[in-house]
T-cell receptor
Framework: DSGVTQTPKHLITATGQRVTLRCSPR?????VYWYQQSLDQGLQFLIQ???????AKGNILERFSAQQFPDLHSELNLSSLELGDSALYFC?????????????FGSGTRLTVV | DQQVKQNSPSLSVQEGRISILNCDYT??????FLWYKKYPAEGPTFLIS?????DKNEDGRFTVFLNKSAKHLSLHIVPSQPGDSAVYFC?????????????FGQGTRLTINP
């Protein structure tokens, strides 16, 4: 157990729908990062939050949004889902706001859009 | 340009032999490098790292080599064991446009054959 908790583990939904993925960071970590891993793709950085504030943005679609709450858990909202959004979504956390030395990943949420 | 590339999608090695996984990067601003290991249905876990001021870092069976002039790093696993079968991601950390970023390669699937 890495200490980073992601729920749900699996999610199957239809095109056009909206889903919310949840992440609880490791105790003491203030930063949360969201990554997407599609088939045969590497880990694509989506967005980072640090202590409730957006810190960095990557290749995140406008249909996607995220937030970090006062208790530091984070949610990734995916709307108007398309087949191509099917992927593994990972959350990671780190103590500080800079990912210089890497971070700890959760076990991921597998999203299947049908 | 923040690209990190792992040009071999897969690698098959006999148990007991050496496994060598390669990674190339394009930007000399990267100053810290990491390797992550990922089993199916789990998130990536940190394996070993190296700072740009070093050219080698060793941890048990795992050694990472960094060749800054060639912008190349490699992970050596000796001897390879069946439990090493996993996907390996290299990642590079650097400061771009005022923000520290961690960029991942696409991953290499390592299979250790008995």
């Amino acid at each position: 157990d890495s200490g980073v908790t992601q729920t749900p583990k699996h999610l199957i939904t239809a095109t056009g729908q909206r889903v919310t993925l949840r992440c609880s960071p490791r105790s003491g970590d203030l930063s949360v990062y969201w990554y997407q891993q599609s088939l045969d793709q590497g880990l694509q950085f989506l967005i980072q939050y640090y202590n409730g504030e957006e810190r960095a943005k990557g290749n995140i679609l406008e249909r996607f949004s995220a937030q970090q709450f006062p208790d530091l858990h984070s949610e990734l909202n995916l709307s108007s889902l398309e087949l191509g959004d099917s992927a593994l979504y990972f959350c990671a956390s780190s103590v500080g706001g800079q990912p210089t030395y890497g971070y700890t990943f959760g076990s991921g949420t597998r999203l299947t859009v049908v | 340009d923040q690209q990190v590339k792992q040009n071999s999608p897969s690698l098959s090695v006999q148990e007991g032999r050496i496994s060598i996984l390669n990674c190339d990067y394009t930007n000399s601003m990267f100053d810290y490098f990491l390797w992550y290991k990922k089993y199916p249905a789990e998130g990536p876990t940190f394996l070993i790292s190296i700072s740009s001021i070093k050219d080698k870092n060793e941890d048990g069976r795992f050694t990472v080599f960094l060749n800054k002039s060639a912008k190349h790093l490699s992970l050596h696993i000796v001897p390879s064991q069946p439990g090493d079968s996993a996907v390996y991601f290299c990642a590079a950390s650097g400061r771009f446009q005022g923000a520290q970023k961690l960029v991942f390669g696409q991953g290499t699937r390592l299979t250790i054959n008995p």
